[in-house]
């Protein structure tokens, strides 16, 4: 199951950070005594991030059809908190979809009409994302990596390997479905 991109993640990671988030009730400082609070958890950080992955699991669930097996969070800005992702959900498999930058760039500018002034919003996307990622895949048995162009051409074999790094039985029936 699945629904947009819900960006739950990133706050509570980001509540441990000083630097990365703007609010009006003073972050740094909020930062430091959320740590100090997180320091003195059973397991320090570590287990602020376990109960952090349980109240996500949590939320995902209640968020979920009935009978879903898996909850897809599809936030592309993920790549800011990947080791603590790694960290929250070991046993999770962790699925990168990339896209070649310059048909991200095509959808931006689509999704945008056109508009420029609203490229600085996607500005550390291009500047540490792709790197971030990169990075991850290279070093990193835990994430896998899915070509968008090949899922497009080739949709059998890149669903197949997908169900498969699940743990799932593939059914050719399910990529003749969707397409």
Not at 11 to 19: A, C, G, I, K
């Amino acid at each position: 199951d699945s629904c947009g991109e819900p960006w739950l993640a990133l706050p509570l990671v980001y509540m441990l950070r000083e630097q990365g988030t703007f609010a009006d009730y003073g972050h740094q400082s909020a930062a430091h005594s959320i740590q100090d609070f997180v320091s003195e958890l059973p397991g320090g950080e570590a287990g602020y991030l376990h109960l952090t992955a349980d109240f996500l699991r949590a939320l995902y669930t209640a968020r979920a059809s009935e009978n879903a097996t898996y909850f897809v969070d599809k936030t592309p800005r993920y790549y800011k908190i990947l080791p603590e992702l790694k960290r929250m959900f070991p046993d999770s498999p962790a699925l990168f979809l990339l896209r070649n930058p310059l048909g991200v760039f095509g959808s931006i500018i689509n999704f945008v009409d056109g508009d420029l002034r609203y490229l600085p919003m996607w500005e550390s996307d291009w500047l540490e994302g792709h790197a971030k990622i990169s990075d991850a895949v290279a070093s990193e048995e835990y994430f896998h990596l899915v070509r968008f162009e090949s899922l497009v051409s080739e949709p059998h074999h890149e669903v197949k390997t997908i169900i498969e790094k699940l743990g799932l039985s593939f059914d050719p029936a399910l990529v003749d479905e969707v397409a």
